[in-house]
């Protein structure tokens, strides 16, 4: 069963909009939330995370938000860069077996 | 510089061999992961290692197994038991922070192609 979930299979967004991308987890025990930026054949890069006591994180160009009654996160990119398009996953970390569960990820276009 | 490193980036199997594939660190983690990675699915965990001659079953571990002799390496043994082998495999390491896990640091991967 997957305990984390993006439904949001792609996504596309002009240059110099914001990027919102969604995710959603089931395990109220997580307590630990990560984005990570993958290009193709390459491994993933981490981008920012956030930790269950906060609400929010922000680095820069991206923010994330972390809404634990509705357990959903979101992170939020602006201005969206062609650079940023990428696939992006989110993951969580906690529960019982202390390891971290990814979401199915998102693909993020950027046009020029 | 410090980091992960996969051997090979490509890699070609006939049916029925098993095959190893290769994970250093010399980040001084003590936890590594190995990941697998399909089309449409996200990172699915097929083992992991929080220390030393100790190691974990993830949500996809039959048909593999794993050693962790030394901090450094984390080698994956994809059997010929595994059904569908044929994928991306990711390998991580990671530091406990204090307040949580830290963040995993990812290799560059090593696509599996079973003929």
């Known amino acids: 069963d997957q305990q984390v979930k993006q439904n949001s299979p792609s996504l596309s967004v002009q240059e110099g909009r914001i990027s919102i991308l969604n995710c959603d987890y089931t395990?109220?025990?997580?307590?630990?939330f990560l984005w990570y930026k993958k290009y193709p054949a390459e491994g993933p890069t981490f981008l920012i995370s956030i930790s269950s006591i906060k609400d929010k994180n922000e680095d820069g160009r991206f923010t994330v938000f972390l809404n634990k009654s509705a357990k959903h996160l979101s992170l939020h990119i602006v201005p969206s860069q062609p650079g940023d398009s990428a696939v992006y996953f989110c993951?969580?970390?906690?529960?019982?077996?202390?390891?971290?569960?990814f979401g199915t990820g998102t693909s993020l276009t950027v046009i020029p | 510089d410090g980091g992960i490193t996969q051997s090979p980036k490509y890699l070609f199997r006939k049916e029925g061999q098993n095959v190893t594939l290769s994970c250093e660190q010399n980040l001084n983690h003590d936890a590594m992961y190995w990941y697998r990675q399909d089309p449409g699915q996200g990172l699915r965990l097929i083992y992991y290692?929080?220390?030393?001659?100790?190691?974990q079953k993830g949500d996809i571990a039959e048909g593999y197994s794993v050693s962790r002799e030394k901090k450094e390496s984390f080698p994956l043994t994809v059997t010929s038991a595994q059904k569908n082998p044929t994928a991306f495999y990711l390998c991580a390491s990671s530091i406990r922070l204090a307040g949580g896990p830290g963040e995993q640091f990812f290799g560059p991967g090593t696509r599996l192609t079973v003929l």
């Open positions: 993951a969580a970390w906690g529960g019982t077996g202390n390891q971290f569960y």
């Open positions: 395990n109220s025990m997580f307590d630990y």
């Open positions: 290692s929080q220390i030393v001659n100790d190691f």
